[in-house]
């Protein structure tokens, strides 16, 4: 195995610890070296790929986020992407509560928002083909669906997922289906008059 091959191998074996041990325990209770001690590492080689076990679960959710997302084919629509999203939460539902729970939702927030910020701005570029909009302003669209989305979603986790996977997909599909177009359309007006009247 090459080093670098190795070097990933092991960031996801100590990935898969944290995440079996945040199953059974808070984040905040979990040590280096009991992680290290269930990937069969020891701490130096934790602390030369990670700076502390918050800095691993960043990784993590990014290395999943990435899988998840990175297959446009796998989210051609608004909706596949939703549901995507959904399914991962559940999936690890016991993992987010954990992280939620000992980083509180702004620091949770942030993580997952860094990761599917790219997603989001990729879906955006989509909708502007033929529209006059700088960046800047889809910068801030992805800012404002973004936080909606997420507070929705860690709202979600907060309520150990009352409502259904399909409810949540429904409603935030109704949301957000048509209002990103809407948004970038109601720009180009604007700038337009704004041209006209200046």
């Not at 729970?101 to 990761?115: A, L, Q, T, Y």
Request: proline residues 1%; negative net charge.
């Amino acid at each position: 195995m090459k080093r670098n091959e190795l070097s990933l191998h092991r960031k996801e074996q100590m990935a898969a610890s944290l995440k079996k041990l945040m199953t059974r325990k808070n984040l905040g209770r979990i040590t280096i070296q009991e992680l290290a001690d269930d990937c069969g590492i020891n701490r130096y080689t934790f602390y030369y790929h990670f700076q502390d076990i918050y800095d691993l679960l960043a990784w993590t959710f990014r290395q999943d986020f990435e899988k998840l997302f990175a297959d446009r084919s796998r989210c051609p629509t608004l909706e596949a992407w939703i549901q995507n999203l959904i399914r991962y939460l559940k999936e690890n539902a016991a993992v987010c509560k954990s992280a939620l729970s000992s980083m509180g939702g702004d620091s949770f927030r942030r993580i997952c928002v860094e990761d599917i910020s790219g997603m989001m701005h990729d879906r955006l570029r989509e909708l502007c083909r033929g529209r006059a909009v700088p960046d800047d302003y889809l910068d801030f669209l992805a800012a404002f669906y973004l936080e909606a989305v997420s507070g929705i979603m860690i709202g979600w986790i907060q309520s150990d997922m009352e409502s259904s996977e399909e409810q949540l997909t429904r409603y935030l599909l109704i949301a957000l289906e048509g209002s990103l177009e809407t948004s970038l359309d109601r720009y180009v007006r604007s700038s337009r008059m704004t041209e006209e009247t200046g």
